[in-house]
């Protein structure tokens, strides 16, 4: 009696799929459990399948993993910049000079476009046409009160207000900006012409590590 039923069930179930040939589309992972009879000859349809399905997953594991080995060598290389820049800044002789070499750093280590600096106090044996001075309580920079209050990076493209400000009359060339509040200090801008060099929601881990970098480093000629 059991035997009948089980032959039973598997005529049903075999039924079912015909009527339903696309059945395994929904659930590929029992086409991968299924275990197909091989005869002399070229591999059944099912077989081949299952083949491609695994391929797939392989192509997709293999693009995952060259992802992650690209972003592990970037990380690295943004490792050992910042460690290097942090270890110019604390080797300068004056605030001055510390400026100069975070301003090349950036041009050149982390190939910035323009650079632009904002220092809220004036620093001594300093003109650049990359530093401007403007005092914490000046009114164009209402604009910055929330990401200086934060002290949180900003990545994108900038407020117009914002952007006519750190660029001037090179605004129009920079598509997009990474930029560093520095609490009672001042606002460090990094500008591309590329639009996607910058962008909101990008990790801003080494970009903090900069700015404190920057700020501690300053603080030593206070």
Do not use: I
């Amino acid at each position: 009696m059991t035997e009948t039923t089980e032959k039973l069930g598997a005529h049903e179930v075999a039924a079912w799929l015909r009527r339903h040939p696309r059945f395994l589309q929904q659930f590929p992972d029992l086409a991968l459990s299924l275990v197909v009879p091989r005869e002399e000859g070229s591999a059944s349809s099912l077989a081949s399948y299952q083949l491609e399905v695994l391929r797939d997953k392989n192509r997709e594991l293999s693009r995952r993993l060259q992802e992650l080995y690209a972003n592990a060598q970037e990380n690295e290389r943004l490792s050992v910049r910042t460690h290097q820049l942090t270890l110019a800044l604390m080797r300068q002789g004056s605030a001055a000079d510390t400026l100069r070499a975070m301003a090349a750093s950036l041009a050149e280590d982390f190939n910035g476009d323009l650079v632009r600096l904002v220092m809220f106090h004036p620093v001594e044996g300093l003109d650049a046409d990359w530093l401007q001075v403007v005092a914490q309580d000046d009114a164009r920079l209402q604009p910055f009160r929330d990401c200086l209050t934060d002290g949180e990076p900003l990545c994108g493209r900038l407020q117009p207000q914002k952007h006519e400000l750190l660029y001037g009359e090179r605004a129009e060339e920079v598509q997009s900006t990474a930029l560093l509040p520095l609490r009672g200090v001042g606002l460090v801008a990094v500008g591309s012409r590329d639009t996607n060099r910058f962008f909101p929601g990008m990790g801003t881990l080494f970009l903090r590590m900069m700015g404190e970098s920057l700020a501690t480093a300053l603080k030593r000629f206070g």
